[in-house]
């Protein structure tokens, strides 16, 4: 399959590839479908593209990169919803905000995206966790 994006130009992509939010990502909750692809310009970041809306591509990174020690339960219904059977099959990655100045770059450690590579199936959760923030300095130390 085939996508023209505003962004990234052409990008190919099969069908095994795009990954199902059942409720969408808070802001985008009616776009349901999207492909992970990496950033071309930097191999730290990747884009969460919608196959729905060419012109939505998300910017996301590893949380571990800005936080070695990044954790977070997920609830037994979360892991049901999402068919998680296997920590290997789960893939964490968070927004960013990207900004010309490289200190002023933030990830968003509050709500992390977690995607069943098994399944193609994902979700971006809310975290209770007080100590993550929404604009975490991608290039600092530790949380």
Avoid: R, W
């Avoid at 069908?15 to 939010?21: A, E, L, N, Q, S």
């Avoid at 919803?81 to 905000?97: G, Q």
């Avoid at 995206?113 to 199936?121: A, C, F, G, L, Y």
């Amino acid at each position: 399959m085939e996508l023209k994006t505003k962004f990234h130009g052409t990008i190919n992509y099969d069908k095994k590839d795009v990954i199902t939010f059942k409720d969408g990502i808070p802001g985008f909750e009616n776009l349901k479908k999207f492909i992970l692809i990496p950033a071309e310009e930097n191999s730290l970041f990747g884009i969460l593209q919608s196959t729905e809306d060419a012109d939505i591509g998300i910017v996301v990174a590893s949380p571990f990169n800005a936080c070695k020690n990044y954790e977070f339960d997920i609830d037994d219904d979360k892991i049901s919803e999402l068919n998680i059977k296997d920590n290997k099959d789960v893939l964490v990655v968070n927004t960013v905000t990207l900004d010309s100045n490289i200190e002023n770059i933030t990830i968003n450690l509050k709500a992390p995206i977690v995607i069943n590579t098994k399944h193609n199936i994902g979700e971006q959760l809310i975290l209770d966790n007080v100590d993550y923030p929404i604009k975490y300095p991608l290039f600092k130390g530790e949380v």
